[in-house]
């Protein structure tokens, strides 16, 4: 049974950081891609990053240059490094997985983790 645990998120302030988590277990790890999601109440899930099987890192446009995300195969994580936050970051960030490649759209994920929220004051 594959599992999927975020950790990680908290109340922080503006310009602080805080380093997101994914643990998967029970995925064939070293051949999938790890995206984080992020969604706000009544807006869409929209994907903040990715890395695929290969380590080529996604950002959306909103957080290059605050985000960094890493995979360590052997430990079967992803790391989100989150820089520089600021108050528009506040979101519930999802982890999810899917073979290889990374994708755009949320219902190409097939795994998924219950989130951890995010809250950034200003």
């Known amino acids: 049974q594959v599992q999927v645990v975020e950790s990680g998120g908290g109340l922080v302030q503006a310009g602080e950081s805080l380093r997101l988590s994914c643990t998967t277990s029970?995925?064939?790890?070293?051949?999938?891609?790890v995206a984080w999601f992020r969604q706000v109440p009544g807006k869409e899930r929209e994907r903040v990053s990715c890395?695929?099987?290969?380590?080529?890192?996604y950002y959306r446009d909103a957080v290059k240059g605050r985000f960094t995300i890493s995979r360590d195969n052997a430990k079967a994580t992803v790391t989100l490094q989150m820089n520089s936050l600021k108050p528009e970051d506040t979101a519930m960030y999802y982890c999810?997985?899917?073979?290889?490649?990374?994708?755009?759209?949320?219902?190409?994920?097939?795994?998924w983790g219950q989130g951890t929220q995010v809250t950034v004051s200003s």
């Open positions: 999810a997985a899917r073979p290889k490649y990374c994708s755009l759209q949320q219902r190409d994920y097939n795994y």
């Open positions: 890395i695929t099987e290969l380590s080529i890192p």
């Open positions: 029970g995925l064939s790890f070293g051949d999938s891609a």
